[in-house]
């Protein structure tokens, strides 16, 4: 991947985004009776702190909303020591390291940059998996620090929220809108109504088409810092397989599997089980997707079918014959 190739991506998510909120902000303006050219400088103006509050803080947001704890060498010697291996194979500065406590197997990473990230994972994932399938996880989370994905999807997920809201905003602007009264009260209405219906699944589909793609380049990129191909992709395999519902049926009766102060489980501080909220935002970050479904969940899926990322790592180990 071409060292700027990132920068180019960057902009032109932020730009199609942008241009969205700004021509919500039009239309809100429009139905208020306000200057429309109003509507676009607010809009671009919320945009740009919004862009500039993801860059400073999507690392801290992350971390709090998927109930991470960042632990030292001395709490989790064996995770520490494999994220400092993939670190320097990937040419990266060591990031922090969290832990997850939750028996679903997964991982994530999250920060703006190299120099100020954290690569986390869960307890059940260092439970389930061998140390050379450990370390084609977090060669993947580090391909996510090298190639900025983090920065790019926390904005990306950030202005599609706002979307989504403003959206809203500009529905009931219609229906309550001082010119409501005149010929054009029912064109509003309609107008508004396909901006509550269209605006949120095209900023939705731009976020996903990142996100799939990023995925890819991750599974990618971390093979070839590891050269073991198939490690990610009998990890990948051995995660989709875990029967999550038997996990929390008998999470009661598990006694903790490492010596570790991490092993503590609470469900009120477990971002996977049920009533929480904070994982359906944030399902973009993990190696697995924690949304897990068919039909019309799948058509949004922020991950691409794990059969396929498979294939394509078990085809570039073969090449390798590996």
């Known amino acids: ?110 920060g703006r940059n190299p120099q100020n990230a954290a690569v986390c994972a869960t307890t059940g994932l260092l439970d389930t998996l061998s140390d050379e399938e450990l370390e084609g996880v977090i060669a993947h989370e580090m391909a996510h620090v090298r190639n900025r994905d983090i920065l790019v999807m926390s904005v990306a997920s950030m202005v599609a929220s706002m979307i989504t809201y403003i959206a809203h905003i500009a529905y009931f602007a219609a229906i309550f809108a001082p010119n409501n009264n005149d010929n054009n009260g029912a064109g509003n209405i309609i107008v508004a109504v396909a901006m509550v219906i269209l605006l949120p699944i095209a900023a939705m589909m731009i976020q996903m088409g990142v996100s799939r793609n990023r995925e890819y380049l991750a599974d990618k990129s971390g093979a070839e810092f590891t050269g073991n191909p198939r490690a990610l992709a009998n990890a990948l395999r051995r995660i989709s397989g875990v029967d999550t519902e038997k996990l929390y049926r008998t999470e009661a009766q598990r006694r903790p599997q490492r010596s570790s102060p991490s092993s503590g489980y609470d469900s009120r501080n477990d971002p996977f089980a049920r009533g929480g909220d904070s994982i359906y935002d944030c399902a973009h970050m993990w190696i697995s997707n ?7 969940s799948s058509l949004f899926s922020t991950h691409p079918p794990i059969e396929e990322r498979i294939r394509r790592l078990e085809e570039m180990a073969d090449k390798r014959g590996l």
């Open 290 to 296: 924690p949304l897990r479904g068919g039909g019309l």
């Open 1 to 110: 991947m071409s060292s700027y190739s990132w920068v180019f991506r960057t902009l032109g998510m932020f730009t199609l985004l942008t241009l969205l909120l700004m021509a919500i902000g039009a239309v809100v303006c429009y139905l208020f009776r306000f200057n429309m050219m109003f509507g676009l400088g607010i809009m671009f103006v919320i945009s740009f702190l919004m862009s500039f509050a993801s860059y400073y803080m999507s690392k801290d947001m992350a971390l709090k909303a998927n109930k991470a704890r960042l632990v030292s060498e001395a709490e989790e010697p064996r995770l520490y020591g494999i994220v400092r291996d993939v670190a320097a194979k990937a040419n990266v500065p060591m990031p922090e390291v969290g832990i997850v406590v939750t028996p679903v197997p997964n991982a994530f990473a999250t």
